[in-house]
C-alpha cells in the first residue's frame, strides 16, 4: 500500500500550458475577435494565438471531455481551457486550423459564439440535478433560456456584453445578484415540519440553532421531541432541512421563478452593481418553462431594439429609466418590486427627476 | 445518438430537453446511464422532480476523506428504495488548476478516474472553479482521492474553510494582465492547503484574483477576498495606431471619450488626450482600443474584501482595502495582510458570518483599526453624510490649557 | 508550552463528548476554549490547531458540515437514514 498522499495542492498550471503561451506568457500585445466564437492574441513577438470558444452546458459526461481532448490532440498540441462561464477554448497557432477545428466541434452539436456582443454562456447551479435547497431546475432552465438564445450566443447580435446565470435558490450559488439578466429559483412558503419520529433523524439543538433568524423552536408532539417554524421569522434559505431532513423546504405548489435584471461586475464605464428584479414570480413550469424563456426574450428585444453600443443593460436603463423599461417590456410594476429590507429607502426616488 | 431508445420510456419530460440546438444537460447523463446505473436512477429521480415540481436531494453532512473537513458534499435519495442508484450522489471537488488549463492527458487521467469511482459525470467547473465530480458513493470515497493524488490531484475547500482560490486567464493569453495571477492563485492555493482541507474559520472564505478591472471571475461580487489588477501611472498611448483605427472607420468619440465615466480622455481628430490624474482605471478606452491604449506601467492590484450572496445580512460587493498592492514572488504583503484579517475574524466572527459581513457589524473605521490599515479615502464613494459619530477622545474643562 | 498536544486534544475531546447532542463545537470553539483553559501554560491556536489534527486523524472527531463546519463524535447521520 502506497503512503497516502495528503495536501499536495493543485498541479502546476505551467505543464498545462501550450507551448505557445508558454513562450509568450506575459508578452501579450493585443486581441481582437475575428468571428463569433474566434479570437486572436498578438504577442509582442509577433506570434498569433487563435482561439475557437464554445458553450457547454457545464454538466459534461466523461465522453463529451475525451471528445474535446481529441479535438485538443488535433489541433491544439494537445492543450485546452475552461472559462469561468462553462465554456471551453481550444487554442492554435494554426490560422488554417480555425474552420476545419470549428466544423468538428459543431458536427457534433457544440456552438461556437460567446464573444464580444453576444448572450454569454449562463452561469449556474445544480438545481434538481444535484441540490437538496433548489426551488428549480437550473441545467432544465439554461437549456431552455439557451435553446431561445442560441442566435444570439452564436452572432454578435447585441449593443453589449450580456452576462446571463440561474441560481436554483436565494443561497445564490450562481452570480445571479450581479449579472445583465438573472433568473433566480424562489421558495415562497417556510419548511414544513414532518413531526413523526423527527428527533431519531435530526439533533433538535442544533437544527434550532442552524436558522439564521431564530424561528424555530422546540415543541413536544405524543411525549416527542420535535421543531415549531414561526413563519414570520422565514427568509427560505433552506439551512434548518440542511440541519435536519425533516423539514422540507421544497413545495410543488409554491416554489418557482424570479427574474432580475441591471447587475454586473466589470468596472468598464460605470461600477459594478446588483441585479434589480423585474418579474417577481413565475410559477415552476417544465419541462421548458415557457413564460421564463418570453420573459429573458422580451428583455432581450427590448436591449437589442433601445441600447446603444456598449452599453450594457444596466447603463441603457440607467440613460431610459426605469419607467421606460417597464414600458417597454410590458413587465407589471407591483409592491414586491419595492424594496422593504435594509436600507430599502435608498430606492426611494427623493426627487422630482420623473418621466411621463 | 442513443436518445431515440429511452424517450419512449422513462423520462418523457426530460426528454423534451434533447430538443432545441443548445447542448443537451439530458443527453450528457443519458449518455452515461448506459453503462451507469447509478445516473440512470438519477435520471428516473430527475424525471420525478420534473413531475411533482420539487427536488428529491438530501443534505450529507458527515462523509468526506480521512483528515479532510472539506472536498466531498454528501448527498442523499429522499426516495432511496424508488431510486437506489442514487441512494448515495455525493460530490468530489477537485482543485482545478490555476487558470483552468488541461493538457489533454490530464484531463484524459481525471474522466477514467471519475468512469472509474463514479458517475462519469462532472461539472466544468463549479460556481467556485472547482472541478465537479458529479456523484458517486461514501465507500468510493477513499478509493477515488487515493486515485486523484497519484495523478497529482488534490481535494478542493467546502464548509468554513478557505476555498478553493480561483484566477482569470492572467498574462497566459490576455494582455491586460496587471501581474501573474496564475502564479499568485497557485501560490496561495499551495501555501494555504491547511486552511482549504481543515476548516477553521467562522465560515467560508472565498478568494478570487482577476488581472485588470475587467474583472472576468467575477472577484468583486463573489469573492470575501478580491484582487483586482490596476496601474498607478499613465496609460500608454500610441497615436499612430490610434489614427489607424480612426482610418478604419472607428469613431474614438462615441467609443471613448463619450463612455468616459469622468470624462478623463479626449479626441481632437488627430490625437488623444488623457487626464490620467482624473481617470478612474475603468478600462473603457482600452477595451475599445487595445491597439493604442494600455495600461500604464506600475502596476500591482487593489485589494477589496467582503463580497457575498445575500444570506443572512443582504448581498454586497468587495470593497475597497488596500487601493494598490504590488504583487511580486513570494506575495509576503499579501499573505500579512490575509493573515491577519483571518485573525481578527476569528477574534470576533460569529459562526456563519462572512468577513463582510463583520465589517458591516463592527464598522469599517473599526475594522481597520483592528487590522492596522490606516483609513484612506478612497475606502469609502463619500464622507460620512450622519453626524452621530462615536469620538475615541474628548477633553474635561480642567485638561484644557 | 507546559502541556503536550495530546493534552491538548484530551481536552477538547472531553469538552464534545460531554455537549454531544446538545451543542456542537466549531474548530474556533474548542481552539478558544483551551486557549483559555491553559492560559498559564501558554497555550496557542496553532497548538489547538495541531490538537485538532490529532483528533480528527485518529477519527475520534470527524468534521461535520452542516450550515458550518463542526466538529463531532463520528455518527450516522439522518439523511442516511433512508
Known amino acids: 500500500m502506497n503512503v497516502r498522499k495528503t495536501d499536495i495542492g493543485c498541479p502546476d498550471y505551467k505543464q498545462f500550458l501550450p507551448p505557445m503561451i508558454l513562450k509568450n506568457y506575459g508578452q501579450w500585445d493585443w486581441h481582437e475577435v475575428i468571428k463569433p466564437g474566434v479570437f486572436v492574441h498578438q504577442a509582442e513577438s509577433g506570434d498569433r494565438l487563435y482561439t475557437v470558444r464554445v458553450g457547454s452546458p457545464r454538466l459534461l459526461n466523461v465522453k463529451s471531455l475525451r471528445f474535446f481532448t481529441d479535438v485538443a490532440d488535433k489541433y491544439c498540441d494537445g492543450f485546452l481551457r475552461f472559462t469561468s462561464r462553462s465554456n471551453v477554448e481550444f487554442m492554435t497557432p494554426v490560422f488554417e486550423n480555425i474552420d476545419p477545428m470549428i466544423a468538428m466541434l459543431q458536427s457534433e452539436g457544440w456552438p461556437v459564439g460567446g464573444t464580444a456582443n453576444s448572450a454569454s454562456n449562463v452561469i449556474h447551479t445544480q438545481g434538481w440535478v444535484h441540490c437538496h435547497t433548489s426551488a428549480t431546475d437550473a441545467s432544465g432552465l439554461v437549456k431552455c433560456v439557451m435553446d431561445d438564445l442560441y442566435d444570439d450566443f452564436t452572432n454578435h447580435s447585441l449593443p453589449g456584453r450580456m452576462k446571463l446565470a440561474v441560481a436554483c435558490c436565494l443561497n445564490m450559488c450562481g452570480a445571479v445578484h450581479a449579472s445583465d439578466i438573472a433568473i433566480l429559483g424562489i421558495h415562497r412558503r417556510p419548511p414544513k415540519v414532518d413531526p413523526h419520529n423527527l428527533a431519531n433523524y435530526c439533533e433538535v439543538p442544533t437544527t434550532i440553532a442552524a436558522c439564521p433568524t431564530g424561528a424555530i423552536r422546540a415543541d413536544i408532539l405524543d411525549g416527542q421531541k420535535t421543531l415549531k417554524i414561526n413563519e414570520s421569522q422565514c427568509m427560505y434559505c433552506g439551512a434548518c432541512y440542511t440541519a435536519c431532513p425533516k423539514l422540507p423546504i421544497a413545495d410543488s405548489v409554491n416554489d418557482g421563478l424570479s427574474i432580475w435584471v441591471g447587475g454586473k461586475c466589470a468596472n468598464a464605464r460605470s461600477t459594478p452593481r446588483f441585479t434589480k428584479m423585474v418579474v417577481p414570480f413565475i410559477p415552476n413550469n417544465p419541462p421548458r418553462w415557457p413564460e421564463v424563456v418570453e420573459a429573458v426574450r422580451t428583455i432581450v428585444d427590448v436591449y437589442k431594439a433601445h441600447g446603444k453600443p456598449w452599453e450594457r443593460l444596466a447603463d441603457m436603463i440607467d440613460r431610459i429609466g426605469w419607467a421606460r423599461f417597464f414600458k417597454l417590456t410590458g413587465f407589471e410594476f407591483t409592491k414586491y418590486h419595492i424594496d422593504d429590507y435594509k436600507l430599502a429607502t435608498k430606492s426611494y426616488n427623493a426627487s422630482t427627476h420623473l418621466r411621463f | ?401 | 508550552m507546559a502541556v503536550d498536544t495530546q493534552t491538548i486534544a484530551d481536552a477538547m475531546l472531553a469538552m464534545v463528548t460531554e455537549a454531544a447532542g446538545v451543542k456542537r463545537y466549531k474548530p474556533g470553539d474548542l481552539s478558544k476554549a483551551m486557549v483559555a483553559k491553559f492560559a498559564d501554560d501558554g497555550v496557542s491556536k496553532d497548538d489547538c490547531k495541531d490538537a485538532i489534527r490529532v483528533l480528527v486523524d485518529s477519527e475520534k472527531l470527524v468534521y461535520t458540515y452542516f450550515n458550518g463546519t463542526w466538529l463531532e463524535i463520528p455518527h450516522q447521520e439522518g439523511s442516511a437514514k433512508g
Open chain 2, 1 to 401: 445518438m442513443s436518445n431515440q431508445a429511452h424517450s419512449s420510456s422513462e423520462t418523457p419530460l426530460l426528454d423534451e430537453l434533447l430538443k432545441g440546438r443548445w447542448p443537451s444537460f439530458v443527453k450528457e447523463m443519458k449518455e452515461m446511464a448506459d453503462t451507469k446505473p447509478m445516473v440512470r436512477d438519477v435520471l428516473r429521480q430527475l424525471e420525478k422532480s420534473y413531475v411533482d415540481k420539487k427536488t428529491h436531494w438530501k443534505h450529507g453532512g458527515i462523509v468526506g476523506v480521512k483528515g479532510y473537513g472539506g472536498g466531498i458534499i454528501g448527498r442523499y435519495s429522499d426516495s432511496p428504495d424508488e431510486f437506489p442508484g442514487a441512494a448515495h450522489f455525493h460530490t468530489v471537488r477537485v482543485n482545478q488548476p490555476a487558470g483552468w488549463f488541461y493538457s489533454s492527458q490530464a484531463l484524459r487521467d481525471l474522466c477514467d478516474i471519475f468512469e472509474k469511482y463514479g458517475s462519469g459525470l462532472t461539472n466544468m467547473h463549479g460556481s467556485t472553479g472547482d472541478i465537479i465530480l458529479l456523484g458517486t458513493t461514501t465507500d468510493e470515497l477513499e478509493p477515488i482521492f487515493s486515485a486523484l493524488t497519484e495523478k497529482g490531484w488534490d481535494l478542493g475547500g467546502s464548509g468554513s474553510a478557505l476555498r478553493t482560490p480561483s484566477c482569470c486567464v492572467g498574462p497566459a493569453r490576455c494582455e491586460w494582465a496587471m501581474f501573474d495571477c496564475l502564479d499568485l492563485c497557485h501560490d496561495i492555493t499551495h501555501h494555504y492547503q491547511d486552511e482549504i482541507h481543515r476548516p477553521a474559520f467562522p465560515y467560508k472564505f472565498k478568494i478570487k484574483v482577476s488581472g485588470c478591472p475587467n474583472d472576468c471571475v467575477s472577484a468583486i461580487a463573489r469573492a470575501d477576498f478580491s484582487v483586482i489588477g490596476t496601474w498607478k501611472d499613465h496609460i500608454q498611448v500610441n497615436q499612430a495606431a490610434m489614427q489607424e483605427y480612426v482610418a478604419k472607420g472607428r469613431n474614438p468619440i462615441k467609443d471613448a471619450v463619450l463612455l468616459c465615466p469622468t470624462k478623463a480622455i479626449d479626441w481632437d481628430g488627430k490625437e488623444i488626450k488623457i487626464d490620467n490624474e482624473n481617470c478612474v482605471r475603468c478600462m473603457q478606452c482600452i477595451n475599445a482600443y487595445p491597439k493604442a491604449l494600455k495600461p500604464g506601467k506600475e502596476r500591482g492590484a487593489t485589494i477589496l474584501i467582503g463580497a457575498k450572496a445575500p444570506i443572512v445580512q443582504g448581498a454586497l460587493f468587495s470593497s475597497v482595502l488596500v487601493p494598490f498592492m504590488e504583487l511580486e514572488k513570494p506575495y509576503d504583503d499579501l499573505k500579512e495582510l490575509l493573515e491577519k484579517l483571518w485573525d481578527v475574524w476569528d477574534d470576533h466572527g460569529e459562526n456563519k458570518e462572512r468577513i463582510g459581513e463583520l465589517v458591516e457589524r463592527m464598522g469599517k473605521g473599526e475594522f481597520l483599526e483592528r487590522i492596522g490599515i490606516k483609513p484612506d479615502i478612497q475606502m469609502v464613494i463619500h464622507p460620512r453624510e450622519n453626524p452621530y459619530v462615536f469620538y475615541d477622545e474628548y477633553y474635561e474643562e480642567v485638561d484644557e490649557k
